[in-house]
């Protein structure tokens, strides 16, 4: 199979810092591996959403891995059956 390139998809800002309301969140965490198949596979724009966990009155704040999110629910659904 052919690697194609799309340039929208590596010259736009499709990763955003921040989390609109209407984008869809999974449930399985992000690693390196599975962002960069993101980037390589889908098309819209994504998020990563930070959790922290409380454990023993200390917050514990997952700041390296967290949850993405997509703008379009499809690209959420592969991700999962991709990832989970």
């Known amino acids: 199979m052919e690697k194609v390139i799309y340039p929208l998809t590596w010259f736009s800002e499709r990763?955003?810092?921040?989390?609109?309301?209407?984008f869809v969140e999974t449930k399985t965490a992000i690693t390196n591996e599975s962002k960069l198949w993101i980037y390589n596979n889908l098309q819209g724009r994504f998020c990563i959403v930070k959790h922290s966990l409380s454990q023993d009155n200390s917050m514990l704040v997952l700041e390296y891995f967290g949850y993405p999110a997509f703008e379009d629910p499809k690209e959420?659904?592969?991700?999962?059956?991709t990832w989970a």
């Open 76 to 81: 959420a659904m592969l991700y999962e059956l």
């Open 15 to 22: 990763e955003l810092s921040y989390k609109p309301k209407h």
